[in-house]
């Protein structure tokens, strides 16, 4: 059975830090690009960044670069998003996505609450 399950959200004050964490099960991880997604209330979801498989590269939405890292430990079929420097419009339900050829996965959200 495939399960992606996020964890680390919650709420905290604009200038600080979360980092989230996608455990992935049921799936070849490392052959997977995994990708983190957010929604806010009211508009569609967006990609944040993402991580291909077993050489990683990065790739990140301009509206979180030099604030978010993302990176994967394949040995633990975990992949992470580190959010410095957070802002009130980062506030969302963030979504891990495992993608492979036309196989994609996703887990079922944490959310995010940026706000003193």
């Known amino acids: 059975q495939v399960q992606l399950v996020e964890s680390g959200g919650g709420l905290v004050q604009p200038g600080g830090s979360l980092r989230l964490s996608c455990a992935g099960s049921?799936?070849?991880?490392?052959?997977?690009?995994m990708t983190w997604y957010r929604q806010a209330p009211g508009k569609e979801r967006e990609l944040v960044a993402r991580?291909?498989?077993?050489?990683?590269?990065?790739n990140y939405a301009d509206s979180v670069k030099g604030r978010f890292t993302i990176s994967r430990d394949n040995a633990k079929n975990t992949v992470y998003l580190q959010m410095n420097s957070l802002k009130p419009e980062d506030t969302a339900v963030y979504y891990c996505?495992?993608?492979?050829?036309?196989?994609?996965?996703w887990g079922q959200g944490t959310q995010v609450t940026v706000s003193s």
């Open positions: 049921g799936f070849t991880f490392s052959w997977y690009v």
């Open positions: 991580i291909t498989g077993t050489r990683p590269s990065t």
């Open positions: 996505n495992a993608k492979w050829a036309d196989i994609d996965y």
